[in-house]
């Protein structure tokens, strides 16, 4: 059994399948209290209602298309820490049925036997956390390294200033080789008008380095609306 918040048909917001229209399931609970979180809502691991992984395929058959993004709150780790129970049983049930599946992670725990076609990967950097949650293990690079191995994955992280891509490059540097075409920089933004504003600082940082730009797509077409 896995407790949903909300289940809604979109368009994927970010990453390499931007634009395509996805089936999103966020689960409930997290771990971690980013401080420019924009997903509050989903950290408690009692929000949301309990369904069994057949209650979730049923929500999700209600859309059409193959895209399923599995996201939270962090949908790998378990209110014990351990990995969320059920998931792995959730993400074959879906692949029997040809689900491309993508699950969105923050990356501190390695889970195998996924049926995972992309492990989207957003590793939180310092600008993210507040100082007690900082050294809670917010970036192992021996996991970032097990994901990346195991998965089609992309490395997402979100930039507030400049001087954030110093911590990029110092956590790619602990990794093995990283295809830079599946690293992305996405502007730090809740609403249209920072987003606008963050972009071109994004944007020049990305040419500087050879990253990809991340649009955040539902941000600048919903803004901060929830589940859109
Ligand atoms: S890991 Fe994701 S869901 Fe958890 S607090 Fe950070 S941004 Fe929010």
Redesign the pocket.
């Known amino acids: 059994m896995m407790r949903v918040v909300e289940a809604f048909y979109s368009l994927q917001g970010e990453g390499t399948l931007v634009g395509v229209p996805s089936v999103f399931i966020r689960l409930a609970g997290?771990p971690?209290?980013?401080r420019w979180?924009d997903?509050?809502y989903?950290?408690d691991y009692s929000a949301g209602e309990e369904l069994d992984s057949a209650g979730i395929v049923e929500r999700i058959a209600q859309w059409p298309g193959k895209f399923v993004v599995l996201t939270?709150?962090?949908p790998l780790v378990g209110e014990d820490l351990a990995v969320r129970p059920g998931l792995v049983e959730l993400t074959c049930r879906l692949k029997a049925l040809g689900k491309h599946i993508t699950i969105e992670t923050?990356g501190t725990l390695f889970v195998p036997d996924l049926a995972c076609d992309l492990i989207s990967i957003s590793p939180?950097l310092g600008n993210?956390t507040s100082p007690a949650i900082h050294q809670a293990g917010r970036c192992d690079a021996e996991v970032l390294n097990r994901l990346i191995a195991a998965y089609p994955y992309q490395l997402k992280f979100v930039i507030d200033s400049p001087w954030d891509i110093e911590e990029v490059q110092e956590v790619l540097g602990q990794l093995g080789p990283v295809d830079p075409s599946r690293v992305l920089l996405m502007p730090q933004a809740h609403t249209r008008d920072e987003l606008i504003a963050k972009s071109p600082m994004v944007a020049e940082l990305c040419r500087k380095t050879g990253f990809r730009f991340c649009d955040r797509l539902h941000i600048f077409l919903w803004s901060e609306e929830r589940g859109r």
Do not use: L
């Open positions: 997290c971690f209290r980013c979180c997903t509050a989903a950290w939270g709150g962090e923050a939180k993210s």
